[in-house]
């Protein structure tokens, strides 16, 4: 157990709806990064908050939002959906605004099914 | 463009031997290349890593090998155990990126009894 809680597990929805996706970082973890993989590719980095402020952003498209709560949750929402956007989203978190590979810990993935 | 590649989608290895995952890639200002172990319904978790002033890094029965020159890194299993079925991603990130990662597309390694 990581630590990062990622609600739902899983998820299906039709083409056109939007979603939300909820992270919990690790207790005192600052930084929250949502990820994407889709089938058979590597995972395609989207976000990352710091302590309530978008600190990186990556391939995340215009359809696609996050935010970082007070409290350090950060939600990913997904809308206009396409059927490309079935995917496992990781929420990761660590402690500080970077990482250097072994101090990020991820969720175990909100499975994304769009029909 | 995928900047970081592996090339084997799975490998499969008797129990005891040695298991080989490869990775290639092509951004030459990677400079920090890492390991991650993942099962089924479960995130990725750290294995090994490696900076590029090494060739090589060595963790119990994880061995991460660099060649800078061939931009390829390679993870040696020895000896494999059952345990060890999972799929393997190989990332790298670039100093001053923030220590963002680029992701490979994993390979599931099965370790046959």
């Known amino acids: 157990d990581s630590g990062v809680t990622q609600t739902p597990k899983h998820l299906i929805t039709a083409t056109g709806q939007r979603v939300t996706l909820r992270c919990s970082p690790r207790?005192?973890?600052?930084?929250v990064y949502w990820y994407q993989q889709s089938l058979d590719q590597g995972l395609q980095f989207l976000i990352q908050?710091?302590?309530?402020?978008?600190?990186a952003k990556g391939n995340i498209l215009e359809r696609f939002s996050a935010q970082q709560f007070p409290d350090l949750h950060s939600e990913l929402n997904l809308s206009s959906l396409e059927l490309g956007d079935s995917a496992l989203y990781f929420c990761?978190?660590?402690?500080?605004?970077?990482?250097?590979?072994?101090?990020?810990?991820f969720g175990e993935g909100s499975w994304l099914t769009v029909v | 463009d995928q900047q970081v590649k592996q090339n084997s989608p799975s490998l499969s290895v008797q129990e005891g031997r040695i298991s080989i995952l490869n990775c290639d890639y092509t951004?030459?200002?990677?400079?920090?290349f890492l390991w991650y172990k993942k099962y089924p319904a479960e995130g990725p978790t750290f294995l090994i890593s490696i900076s590029s002033i090494k060739d090589k890094n060595e963790d119990g029965r994880f061995t991460v090998f660099l060649n800078k020159s061939a931009k390829h890194l390679s993870l040696h299993i020895v000896p494999s155990q059952p345990g060890d079925s999972a799929v393997y991603f190989c990332?790298?990130?670039?100093?001053?990126?923030?220590?963002?990662?680029?992701w490979g597309a994993g390979t599931k390694l099965i370790i046959k009894p």
């Open positions: 908050y710091y302590n309530g402020e978008e600190r």
């Open positions: 990332a790298a990130s670039e100093k001053g990126s923030n220590y963002q990662l680029i």
């Open positions: 207790s005192g973890d600052l930084s």
């Open positions: 951004n030459s200002m990677f400079d920090y």
């Open positions: 990761a978190s660590s402690r500080t605004a970077g990482h250097d590979g072994n101090t990020i810990y």
